[in-house]
């Protein structure tokens, strides 16, 4: 039984409340509490067609209680989607803050990333991140709220008041879905819902989310998006081969140009100092030889016999002759 991918039902198929039973159950697996959700609101982000944000699929709900659950789905690597998630919590907190009102008006944001390449390093596939305040003198002095600001607020820690960041990196899972979690991002990974799942929410999505059960309309518009999705991981693939190609090829010659370089430079030493080696030698033979002819001259000035000398100075017949 082919199902529809999450990221694209979370936009075109999930907007009547009769349908939020899905969400409310991802959003209840990830926050482990109950999540009923009041309403849901069209993001500025969401456009008629996939591509127009390179795939990028935002929705904004809003529980019962009051707290903002950004959900942020990207399918394409992006360097700095770190940031932009920190953009995008930062955007809704002000948006939501009337002119004039108080800070304590802010309200709760859970910002819920779902991304289908590697983002960071890290062995796990679902993290968690929230603010604490920490001593910087004991790591086990955590910063907690006064007892007026807990029965203010309502919450305990200063991290129940911040926004919380909630980052599935579906590539990363193993596939053995263990817990109601591992259930939910299987069907996120692979698009499929055993009858035996008991994760909440899923065992609608697998009712509401059947290819077959798409109209005419829905159906090609949803084979548009996956075959969006295709042809933007293998032009990012494409380039990322030959990127690897072209780096390779680069250092290659970048190498043989250095090997070159340095074996001129040393070939440069080794003559220089062989030119000195022989420079040298050369001299003492010089030297050794102008002593031996200035002997000679000495003992020639004295009458001595020529096979005399030249037997002592190892001069020849005809050299000591010239002097």
Known sequence: ?????????????????????????????????PVKIKCL?????????????????????????????????QNARELNYFHRMIYETSKVISE????????????????????YFSLGQGDDYAYKGTTNFVSMHNGNDILVLSQRQKETFKCETPADIFPEYFLLRVDKFNDVAKTPLDEWISF???????????????????EKLRVANLDEAERRAYEYAMENISYQRSVIETGRIEGRLEGRLEGRLEG?????????????????????AEG??????????????DTARKMKAENLPLEVISKITSLTIAEIETL
């Open 41 to 73: 609101f069209e993001s500025e982000a969401n456009k008629d067609f996939v591509d127009d944000k390179f795939n990028r699929v935002d929705l904004l709900a809003e529980s019962e209680t009051g707290e903002l659950m950004i959900f942020e789905i």
């Open 96 to 115: 939501y803050l009337k002119s004039g009102e108080p800070y304590d008006r802010i309200k709760k944001v859970y910002s819920i990333n779902i991304v």
């Open 1 to 33: 039984m082919e199902l529809v991918r999450f990221d694209w039902a979370i936009k075109r198929l999930l907007r009547n409340k009769a349908d939020y039973g899905i969400v409310e159950g991802l959003l209840t697996v990830l926050l482990n509490k």
């Open 280 to 293: 040298i030698e050369q001299g003492r033979a010089e030297g050794i030889h102008q002593e031996k002819l």
């Open 256 to 276: 043989r140009i250095e090997g070159r370089l340095e074996g001129i430079a040393e070939g440069e030493k080794i003559g220089i100092a062989k030119g000195r």
């Open 188 to 206: 996120l990974k692979n698009g499929e819902i055993p009858e035996t799942a008991t994760a909440p929410g899923l065992l609608e999505a697998r």
